[in-house]
């Protein structure tokens, strides 16, 4: 399963420019990355669309999250349903879905309907780890706090959200590494001028792959893996500070 990523790995540092035969050791292509002004405007826009999704994701996502957990309203499992669907609804459909519905309003493609369809996936995945990390959580702490005197605000940002904290920091990590690595609804949302970094090396494969683009992947896959894992470790940590 790792083989492709470990010989894309060795590519990278091929000084050859061609990736078919190895002519010795260099670190020249990634230097090269850091030099190109369209692979830093492509992780730019990367970045923005990535931080401002997770950002507002995370806000939306904890209280969709909360809302489901601690209340009961008509509609309650409709909506719960809703929510997480896309989880599990393919790229493409919420790609053109999301495409259908800014051209029925006739919104212009930019940056900023990439950020509007990365919500859409971003809510649902920082709502799920946060759901879960409310499952561990003792809700006696906050009635206790509501019996003290504190207002249900004062009790959830000054009881229920620091334990929550750990679930939303690994929701955001898991929620910016998605958005940072998708091409499909990235394409079909983007203005014109307004390539991400995916949508970048998708246009420069076409004319075969080089070791500068093997360079960048392996970047991308790294940054992935650590953001990755340290969610994973927030969220156990988190688990297991409240178990104790």
Known sequence: MYLPILVLSFYSFNQSPYSAGWQGFTLDWYGKLFSDDRILS??????????????????????????????????????RGVAYLPLIIPDIAIAVA??????????????????????????????????????????????AALDLGATP???????????LMPGIVAGCLLAFVLSLDDFLIASFTAGSGYN?????IFSRI?????????????????????????????????????LN
């Open 206 to 242: 076409r004319s075969g792959v080089k070791p500068d683009i093997n360079a960048l992947s392996v970047m991308l896959i790294t940054v992935s893996a650590i953001a990755a894992l340290v969610a994973e470790l927030i969220r156990i940590s988190g688990e297991n500070k409240s």
């Open 42 to 79: 492509a992780l730019q826009n990367s970045l923005i669309v990535g931080g401002c999704a997770v950002a507002i994701s995370a806000v939306l996502g904890t209280l969709m999250a909360v809302g489901l957990a601690r209340y009961e309203f008509p509609g309650k499992k409709l909506y």
């Open 98 to 143: 999301t495409l259908v519905c800014l051209a029925a309003f006739a919104i212009p493609l930019s940056l900023w309907t990439i950020v509007a369809a990365h919500i859409v996936f971003c809510l649902a995945y920082v709502g799920l780890v946060v759901a879960s990390r409310l499952t561990n959580l003792d809700p006696h702490l906050e009635e």
């Open 153 to 163: 605000t004062q009790a959830f940002i000054k009881v229920l959200l620091p334990q």
């Open 196 to 200: 991400t970094l995916p949508m970048e």
